[in-house]
C-alpha cells in the first residue's frame, strides 16, 4: 500500500470518532466525583443504557471487521460465531447473572476471594484476567492498524498508537461512569455505522439484479464448500469437532471475559442485572444481523478468485468496490469511523478492568509501601492503565496478525476453561473447596494456555493434532471441571468456612432483607 | 420460630439497628434471620429455591443444547438437509444468520419472567410466615 491510497472521508470519520469519545468522556468526567464513580459509576446506571454500554463494550474488532471476513472467507461455518457470542450471554444469564451482583465484588479476582477466602485464588485469578485481557486487546490493537493503514497506506502500529492514547485520555481521565456514556453511545454509533451502509449496499445489489456469489464465480467453480455447513478445509479438516468446541467455548466464555463482569456491577440489583442482559442479547442480536450481508456481498463484489484483500479488510473495502465514486467513500467513511469505535469501546472496556486489577493488586500494595500509604487509588489506577495497555501495544507491533476473530477466539477459550468452572461451581456448588477451585484455575488454565502458544507459536501441520490443540475449549473446559470436582470432593475440610452464608447471599432475592448485607 | 435459637454459654444477642433500618418493620425480621444464620429452616428454604433456580435454568440450557446444539450434528447426520432451499434462499443460513436472533431473545425473556416469578413467590412466603 501506497500514499496513494489516502482517503481523506475515512481519516476525517476516524478522527471524529476519536475526538468524540473523549468529548463525551470529558463531558463525564464531571460527574464523576467519588472513588466509587470511577470504578463502578456509582452502580446507578439504568437498565437500557447500561445494556447499551454492555453491547457497545462487547461488539469489538472481531465483530465488527472479522465475523464478516471469516464468513467472506469460510462462509456458512462462520455463522455460528456470532450465535456463539449471542448464545454466551444466555448462559451469563440463566447461570451467573444475578447471583454475581448480589456478590457485590467488583472483578473476577474480588468474586474469587470473596466466595474462596483465599488471596492464592484472588493472585491466580488476577493473573488469568490480566492475561486473557492482554490476548483480547491485541486483536484490537491489530484491527486498528489494519483499519487505518487500508484508508492512509501508513504504517499499521500508527492506528494501534492512535486507539491506545485514545484509550488512555478517556480510561485515566473518566473511568466508569464517563465510559458507561460512552460505551452506549458506541453501541448506536457501530450499529448505524454497519446497518447504513448494508441496506444501501443491500438495495444496490437488488437494483443490479442480485446475482448471487455462486453466478460471480462463474459455471465452473464449485461453490458448494463455501455454502453448505461443515465443509473439510485443508486447514480444518474435523469442521464437525471445531464446530462444537467453538461453540462451546463461546457459549462458556463470555461469563470469564474480564470486561464483561465489570459492567455487571453497575447494575442497581440482582434482577436489573437480568433485564440488563436481555436487553443485551437482543442488542447484539441486533447487530450480528449485519456482518454476514458484508460476508455474502463481499462474494459478489470483491470475488476471491479476482481480489486480494485480507480478509479483516472485506468489510472496509466493499463499499468502494461496489460503488467506485463518492457514494462508496462516504461508506467506506462510515464504516472506518464505526470500526474504530469498536476498537475504542472494547479496548476501553478491557483496559478499565485490567487496570482495575493490576490498580488493586499489584500497584496499590506497592506504592502503599513506596508512599507509606500516602497514595490515593485513583492514582494507581491511573498509573496501571498505562501499565495495561503498554504490554498488549507491544506485542501488536511485533508480532504477525493470527486472524481478528480466531486470536479472540483463543481469549474466549482460556476464559471458558478457567472462569466458567470457578463461577459456575462457585455459584452453585456448596462443596468447592480451595484446593479444587485452585486446581481448576491450573489445569484448564495451563492446558488452554499451552495449547494456544503452540497454535500461534510452532504453527503444527494440518491434521487431527493441529485442530484438537486449535480448538482447546472442547477438551480444556471438561478437564478444568473435572479436576475442581475432584479435587474438592477429596480435600472436603477446605471448604471454605463461610459457604453457606455466602451462598445464602448469592441467590436471596432482593425483597429479603439479610442481615449480613445490611 | 420467633426467637432466635442462642447455644448455651454465648452472652445474649445485642440487635444492633441503623437508622436506615428504622423504617422497616420489625416483625419482618425472623425468618429472614433464619435464612441469615443458616439455621436447619433457612437452609431449607434456600436450598429449596436454588434447586427451583438450577432446575429452571438447566431446562434453558436443555433446551439450548438440542436446538441450537442439535444443528450442526443434524447436517452431519443428514447431509441433503445442507442444501435445503426455501423460494430459493438456503434454509441453513436464514436459521443461523437470522432466525437464530429472535428465538435467543424470546427464550431469555421467558427465563427472566420465570426466574422472577420463582423469587417473588420465595420473597412472599418468606414475608407471610414472619
Request: with cysteine.
Amino acid at each position: 500500500m501506497t500514499n496513494d491510497d489516502f482517503d481523506a472521508f475515512s481519516v476525517a470519520a476516524i478522527v471524529l470518532v476519536c475526538v468524540v469519545t473523549l468529548a463525551v468522556g470529558a463531558f463525564g468526567l464531571r460527574l464523576s466525583r467519588t472513588t466509587s464513580d470511577f470504578y463502578v459509576a456509582s452502580r446507578l446506571v439504568s437498565p437500557t443504557r447500561n445494556a447499551s454500554a454492555i453491547s457497545g463494550e462487547y461488539l469489538s474488532a472481531a465483530s465488527f471487521l472479522g465475523v464478516a471476513g471469516l464468513i467472506y472467507e469460510r462462509g456458512f461455518d462462520s455463522l455460528w460465531f456470532p450465535v456463539g457470542y449471542t448464545s454466551g450471554y444466555v448462559v451469563l444469564l440463566v447461570l451467573v447473572a444475578a447471583p454475581l451482583r448480589r456478590s457485590g465484588a467488583y472483578t473476577i479476582p474480588d468474586f474469587a476471594e470473596m466466595r474462596m477466602q483465599s488471596s492464592a485464588i484472588r493472585r491466580m485469578a488476577a493473573l488469568l484476567v490480566v492475561g486473557i485481557g492482554w490476548l483480547y486487546l491485541l486483536p484490537q490493537f491489530q484491527g486498528a492498524g489494519l483499519a487505518l493503514r487500508s484508508v492512509t497506506g501508513w504504517p499499521t502500529w500508527v492506528g494501534a498508537a492512535v486507539v491506545v492514547v485514545t484509550v488512555v485520555l478517556g480510561v485515566a481521565a473518566g473511568g466508569m461512569r464517563s465510559i458507561t456514556l460512552v460505551q452506549a453511545m458506541q453501541y448506536w454509533l457501530k450499529l448505524c455505522a454497519l446497518a447504513i451502509p448494508a441496506f444501501v449496499l443491500l438495495w444496490l445489489w437488488t437494483s443490479q439484479g442480485a446475482p448471487g456469489p455462486l453466478e460471480v464465480a462463474g459455471p465452473d467453480a464449485d461453490l458448494s464448500a463455501w455454502y453448505e455447513p461443515l465443509t473439510n478445509f485443508p486447514d480444518d479438516p474435523y469442521p464437525l469437532y471445531s464446530t462444537y468446541s467453538t461453540l462451546l467455548a463461546l457459549c462458556l466464555g463470555t461469563m470469564g471475559l474480564p470486561h464483561v463482569l465489570v459492567r455487571f456491577y453497575t447494575n442497581p440489583d440482582g434482577r436489573a442485572a437480568r433485564r440488563t442482559t436481555v436487553v443485551v442479547i437482543g442488542l447484539i442480536g441486533l447487530f450480528y444481523l449485519f456482518p454476514p450481508i458484508y460476508g455474502v456481498l463481499g462474494r459478489v463484489y470483491l470475488p476471491p478468485h479476482l481480489a486480494e484483500i485480507p480478509v479483516d479488510q472485506i468489510v472496509l473495502e466493499l463499499p468502494k468496490a461496489a460503488f467506485p465514486g463518492l457514494t462508496g467513500q462516504i461508506l467506506a467513511a462510515i464504516l472506518a469511523g464505526g470500526a474504530f469505535a469498536a476498537f475504542l469501546s472494547t479496548a476501553s472496556g478491557l483496559v478499565i478492568s485490567i487496570a482495575g486489577v493490576i490498580g488493586q493488586d499489584v500497584l496499590r500494595p506497592a506504592l502503599a509501601r513506596v508512599t507509606a500509604g500516602d497514595s490515593g487509588v485513583i492514582q494507581s489506577f491511573r498509573l496501571a492503565t498505562v501499565v495495561a495497555v503498554v504490554v498488549p501495544f507491544l506485542g501488536s507491533v511485533l508480532t504477525a496478525p493470527l486472524g481478528l476473530a480466531r486470536t479472540v477466539n483463543l481469549a474466549f477459550a482460556i476464559a471458558a476453561s478457567t472462569f466458567a468452572p470457578l463461577l459456575l461451581l462457585g455459584v452453585w456448588w456448596r462443596r468447592l473447596s480451595v484446593p479444587g477451585a485452585f486446581a481448576g484455575l491450573v489445569v484448564g488454565g495451563g492446558l488452554a494456555t499451552t495449547a494456544t502458544i503452540v497454535t500461534v507459536v510452532l504453527r503444527p501441520d494440518p491434521g487431527w493434532l493441529a485442530t484438537v490443540l486449535a480448538q482447546p475449549a472442547a477438551w480444556c473446559i471438561p478437564a478444568a471441571f473435572v479436576t475442581a470436582v475432584v479435587v474438592s470432593l477429596r480435600t472436603p475440610d477446605r471448604i471454605p468456612v463461610g459457604t453457606a452464608k455466602i451462598l445464602a447471599r448469592l441467590h436471596t432475592p432482593e425483597g429479603v432483607e439479610l442481615q449480613s448485607l445490611r | 420460630m420467633r426467637e432466635t435459637p442462642s447455644p448455651e454459654g454465648t452472652p445474649e444477642r445485642v440487635r444492633v439497628t441503623s437508622s436506615r433500618r428504622t423504617s422497616r418493620a420489625p416483625a419482618r425480621r425472623p425468618l429472614e434471620t433464619e435464612l441469615d444464620e443458616q439455621t436447619v429452616l433457612g437452609e431449607v428454604y434456600l436450598r429449596g429455591l436454588m434447586r427451583a433456580q438450577f432446575r429452571l435454568a438447566a431446562t434453558i440450557i436443555a433446551f439450548g443444547v438440542a436446538g441450537l446444539g442439535g444443528l450442526p450434528l443434524f447436517f452431519w447426520l443428514v447431509p441433503d438437509a445442507r442444501d435445503l432451499r426455501l423460494f430459493g434462499l438456503p434454509v441453513a443460513w436464514l436459521l443461523i444468520g437470522v432466525l437464530v436472533y429472535p428465538v435467543t431473545v424470546i427464550v431469555a425473556a421467558s427465563y427472566v419472567r420465570r426466574a422472577t416469578r420463582l423469587e417473588s413467590t420465595f420473597t412472599d412466603f418468606v414475608k407471610r410466615l414472619s
